[in-house]
């Protein structure tokens, strides 16, 4: 083809389209990229619109029927090259918005927050005490506790004919159903008055755990996406991080926690424990990228609670 061809003036196909999922080794095969080499003279080439609506019927050259190919969006320009004859040659390529892909990510070394002493579980009436040795035994109507379960004990006996009163916390070490031990006997007796127990949580450091993780992809494309006009408005997600709720002040241990217990704090010392116990997975963090042309990818990395 001579230099002087009109042909060229705009891209012209040099083959048919190809159609490529670059994510099928991760399960995904909707989502799809289409790669269509052209060859346009040198002097009159100029680069595409990024995220210009793909038209299947002008913009590709398929053989036959292809796969649907949905909506996808211009990309840019690879491969750009000189040819024969004052030509270059390029292969211009166009893509779906990726759908939402997770990954596993194996295990991450991550700073859990620490955790406050505090109850868990409802308050149990202790009825009954038996002192043998050092042990004394309560009775506790399917109590439900463990053996090394931390517990604070309300008990009033009578010792020697005279009324007494303790309140501490003790370390639960042997159980029935419906009994269980404490080392501690010298103040307790076989003659109670008054008991109650409450399971506590011992206090815990913020600690790094390694703990299982996942990458999650989201994309966007300003302009198409919903609520995405421009690439500002694609924020990264917040890393988890219990906050003051009054102030949106963060913390992060004990130290700071002891004494904004409760409804101060969002989320609450119950609720982290909560997700710990379901199994819930925290953001460790979140990172905004270009994806492919003006496509946006934002990788976040998720914890499991601990």
């Not at 995220?51 to 990309?75: K, L």
């Not at 040819?83 to 596993?104: H, M, Q, Y």
Request: proline share 6%.
């Amino acid at each position: 083809m001579s230099y002087e061809s009109h042909v060229t003036t705009s891209p012209v196909f040099d083959r048919p389209a190809k159609i490529v999922y670059p994510f099928a080794d991760v399960g995904d095969n909707a989502t799809k990229e289409v790669h269509q080499t052209l060859y346009q003279l040198a002097d009159r080439y100029v680069p595409p619109t990024l995220g210009a609506v793909f038209v299947p019927a002008t913009d590709a050259n398929f053989s036959g029927s292809p796969v649907s190919i949905g909506d996808a969006y211009c990309i840019g320009d690879y491969d750009l090259s000189e040819a024969e004859s004052g030509l270059v040659s390029f292969t211009r390529k166009w893509s779906n918005i990726p759908a939402i892909r997770i990954e596993p990510n194996g295990s991450t070394l991550y700073q859990m927050v620490g955790l406050p002493a505090g109850p868990a579980g409802s308050r149990k009436i202790l009825t009954a005490c038996s002192v043998s040795g050092n042990t004394a035994t309560f009775t506790s109507t399917a109590h439900g506790y463990l053996v090394d379960d931390s517990i604070h004990m309300s008990v009033t006996c009578t010792i020697s004919g005279a009324l007494v009163s303790t309140s501490t916390n003790y370390k639960v070490t042997a159980v029935t159903t419906n009994t269980f031990s404490v080392i501690g006997a010298a103040l307790f007796s076989n003659s109670l008055v008054y008991g109650n127990a409450l399971k506590v949580l011992p206090y815990r450091a913020t600690k790094q755990v390694k703990t299982t993780s996942y990458m999650r992809y989201d994309y966007a494309l300003p302009g198409v996406t919903s609520g995405i006009t421009a690439f500002t408005d694609f924020t990264s997600e917040k890393p988890f991080d219990p906050i003051l709720t009054a102030t949106g002040q963060a913390i992060s241990d004990y130290e700071e926690l002891r004494n904004t217990l409760g409804p101060l704090t969002t989320p609450t010392d119950t609720e982290y424990i909560a997700m710990i116990k379901a199994g819930d997975f925290i953001v460790a963090e979140s990172n905004i990228s270009t994806y492919k042309g003006n496509i946006l990818q934002r990788a976040t990395l998720m914890v499991r609670a601990m």
